[in-house]
């Protein structure tokens, strides 16, 4: 990330438009995680990202908070698939 900082240093940030609301709840914190993309996933939001005028962290906070209301309001569903593994244990 750093990197990416530094060799852009030069050129005009995002603008700072924000896509989600602020947390109300002053007790409530905001706590980081990471998440793995590919190459065309990340470019892909980097990218509508540019084009809607807003921070690739807003944009992505927001497809997560719509992610879970959908899914907490039935309209998505998550497929599951179970595996059964066999493992050989030592004596």
Do not use: C, W
Not at 12 to 27: G, L, M, N, Y
Not at 52 to 78: D, K, P, W
């Amino acid at each position: 990330m750093a990197k990416d900082t530094m060799k852009n240093i030069s050129q005009p940030s995002r603008k700072s438009t924000q896509v989600t609301d602020q947390t109300e709840d002053s007790d409530q914190k905001n706590l980081p995680i990471s998440v793995y993309l590919t190459k065309p996933e990340r470019e892909y939001i980097e990218a509508l990202a540019d084009r809607l005028g807003v921070a690739r962290h807003a944009l992505m906070q927001y497809g997560i908070r719509y992610f879970i209301a959908q899914h907490r309001a039935g309209n998505i569903e998550v497929p599951v698939e179970t595996k059964t593994v066999n493992e050989i244990t030592t004596p």
